[in-house]
């Protein structure tokens, strides 16, 4: 049996109500080292939990959702992977929202489709295409396809660091806008925020303006 035909078996297999598929509520990535900044490398955590409702008789309160943002690896770029280049450091890189990290089910070969750890079910954010001319951060907003969210299952490794947005509000806030509901949102544009961490500075302050 030829690779192909493995191939187009495995992924014609329907789950069936018995199949599990491991899920975690977080990753841990590995940040380069930055000697101006530290000599020790440091750990950033991707989240991914789902909001959790009010418990029986009201005993625990809900738990709203823990789904971070990203900088992730465009499998849709040209040249995809990119391996990174100084002088285009955002090369082939996109923001996402992880919705959930996940391994294949054992009933699949995983290796035979090419599938080497966990992966994660993400929604894109727009290219980095435009830069605020107040504030010099990158905006972004929602990617789209058809009216729906851009969505895509990414291998984790594709997953670069966390990031972290701020919603544009413009000259009224919505007070009453949960976080999640933020991001749901896809009419609304968000700021690249560059100050949150050195390491963040680094990149989107040092090395885009370089």
């Given amino acids: 049996m030829g690779r192909n035909t493995r191939l187009l078996l495995l992924v014609s ?12 509520k977080q990753a841990k990535v590995q940040l380069p080292i930055i000697r101006q900044v530290s000599p020790l490398a440091l750990i950033d955590i991707i989240h991914a939990s789902p909001a959790r409702p009010r418990g029986p008789r009201h005993l625990s309160a809900p ?38 990290i996940f391994e294949l089910p ?35 907003s929602p990617s789209t396809r058809q009216r729906l969210r851009n969505t895509s299952i990414i291998p ?38 560059p100050y949150l961490r050195h390491h963040d500075f680094v990149l989107f302050r040092l090395l885009c303006n370089t």
């Fill in 13 to 24: 297999t329907p789950l069936h109500d018995l199949a599990r598929i491991a899920a975690y």
């Fill in 63 to 100: 738990v709203p959702c823990s789904m971070s943002t990203v900088l992730a690896r465009d499998p849709t770029a040209p040249g995809y992977p990119h391996a990174f280049d100084i002088a285009r450091p955002l090369a082939g890189l996109r923001v996402a929202r992880v919705r959930v």
């Fill in 106 to 140: 054992r009933m699949y070969d995983a290796r035979a489709i090419g599938v080497n750890g966990p992966l994660a079910y993400v929604e894109w954010f727009t290219a980095f295409q435009t830069l605020d001319s107040t504030t010099g951060m990158y905006i972004v």
């Fill in 156 to 193: 984790l490794g594709d997953i670069i660091r966390t990031c972290h947005l701020i919603p544009c509000w413009g000259r009224e806030l919505e007070r009453r806008a949960a976080p999640g509901d933020v991001l749901d949102n896809v009419s609304m544009k968000f700021f690249v925020n």
